[in-house]
């Protein structure tokens, strides 16, 4: 992970057990960095959390930054990953990871030929199929894409607090 300072609302950590059922028993080294994550914090509310696009996305208009809201625990991880509005875009097995700005959605590959990569998903598209797109080959990448935009702002809790550093707030680090 790059040597940024990032901070953590962390949720409660999963056990591996759980975690390989979630993954289909697929950990690889492409899923090391998610695996530690989730067997560290759970899932949580991340600072920095907002990404700026190299190329946008067409939504109802150019999307050029999105912002993570949290990442998913356990049971929203399989409530999300269940949900037909995604599977329909997506014919590979996946999970669903993260809530993002607009109630959009983070989605990680668990197919073979696309494993641990990181995709944005919205259900807005041509009414069959939502939009997605490729935003990191892996969660690690994907933490290194981490800034805070300042027309951005912070996103809740991080805007009600004093500081990204009070508590519950937490140093956010992985051992990659």
């Known amino acids: 992970m790059k040597d940024t ?11 591996i057990e759980n975690i390989n059922e979630i993954l289909g ?7 090391t960095a998610y695996v530690q994550f989730l067997r560290k914090y759970g899932g949580g509310k991340v600072f920095p959390n907002s990404i700026k696009l190299v190329e946008p996305i067409l939504l109802e208009g150019p999307l050029r930054a999105f912002s993570v809201q949290y990442f998913f625990p356990l049971a929203k991880i399989e409530k999300e990953s ?13 999970i669903a990871i993260a809530v993002i700005s607009g109630g959009d959605t983070l989605v990680l590959s668990l197919d073979p030929s696309d494993m641990g990569a990181i995709w944005f998903w919205s259900s807005f598209g041509d ?6 797109r490729r935003v990191a080959n892996s969660f690690a990448e ?3 894409t981490f800034t805070f ?7 809740p809790p991080w805007n009600r607090m004093n500081s990204v550093d009070d508590a519950p707030a937490v140093d956010f680090l992985l051992d990659l």
């Not at 028993?25 to 899923?31: E, I, R, V």
């Not at 935009?149 to 996103?155: A, F, M, N, V, Y």
């Open 127 to 132: 009414g069959v199929h939502g939009t997605k």
């Open 25 to 31: 028993g697929k950990p690889t080294t492409s899923l």
């Open 149 to 155: 935009i300042e027309e951005q702002g912070k996103t």
């Open 5 to 15: 300072y990032m901070k953590i609302i962390p949720g409660t950590p999963i056990s």
């Open 142 to 144: 994907l933490l290194e």
């Open 82 to 94: 269940a949900a037909d509005v995604i599977k329909r875009d997506f014919d590979v097995p996946f």
